[in-house]
C-alpha cells in the first residue's frame, strides 16, 4: 500500500474513533444533566448525603470529560497533520513525534472507553507504517526506527547469536556427559 494511501486511511480512522468520541461526550454530557437535576433536587429536600454524592460523582464525570476533550483535540491536531502532510508531503518527519506522542495519549485512556480500544491499536499502527514507509525505515522495539539495511545486519546478528546459543548448549551437553 502506497504511502498516499495509508495516509488517508489513517485521516480516515482518527475521524471514526473522533465520531465515538464525541458520541461518548454527548452521553457523557447528558449523564451530568441528569445527575445536576438530581443534585437540585436533594438539595431542595434537604437530603444532604444524596446531595454530596451527586456532587461528586459530578466532578468525576467533568474530569472524564475534559480528559476526552483534550484526547478528541490531540486527534483533531494529528488529523490536520497528516491532512498537511498529504497535501505538502513531509509525510514522514511530521508523523513520527506525532504517533509517538498519541500512543503515549492511548496509554492514558487504554480501558476508559473500552470499545475504542482496538481502534485506537490499529491507529497507531497506521501510524507506525506511514512513518516506516515514509522515511523507508521499520520500527523495532518500540520507537526506535531503523532503514533496510540495518534491519538485514540485525537480522544477521540475531542468526549469529542463535548459532553461537545453540553451540554452547551442545558443549555444555557433551561436557556434562563426559563428567
Not at 10 to 39: D, G
Amino acid at each position: 500500500m502506497g504511502l498516499r494511501k495509508k495516509i488517508v486511511q489513517a485521516i480516515y480512522q482518527i475521524r471514526k474513533v473522533r465520531n465515538k468520541l464525541n458520541h461518548q461526550l454527548s452521553a457523557i454530557e447528558q449523564k451530568e444533566k441528569m445527575l445536576m437535576e438530581r443534585l437540585v433536587e436533594a438539595q431542595k429536600s434537604g437530603d444532604l448525603m444524596r446531595a454530596k454524592v451527586y456532587a461528586s460523582e459530578i466532578a468525576n464525570i467533568r474530569k472524564l470529560r475534559s480528559a476526552l476533550m483534550a484526547f478528541d483535540i490531540k486527534l483533531e491536531q494529528a488529523e490536520l497533520r497528516l491532512d498537511t502532510a498529504l497535501t505538502f508531503g513531509d509525510a514522514a518527519f511530521a508523523v513520527i513525534p506525532m504517533a509517538k506522542d498519541l500512543k503515549e495519549t492511548i496509554e492514558q485512556f487504554r480501558g476508559i472507553i473500552p470499545h475504542i480500544d482496538e481502534e485506537l491499536e490499529s491507529l497507531v499502527e497506521s501510524f507506525d507504517e506511514l512513518a516506516a514507509e515514509g522515511l523507508g525505515m521499520d520500527m523495532i522495539g518500540g520507537d526506535v526506527f531503523i532503514d533496510h539495511e540495518a534491519a538485514k545486519i540485525l537480522e544477521e546478528a540475531k542468526a549469529i547469536a542463535s548459532t553461537k546459543m545453540k553451540e554452547l548448549v551442545d558443549l555444555d551437553g557433551k561436557e556434562f556427559a563426559n563428567a
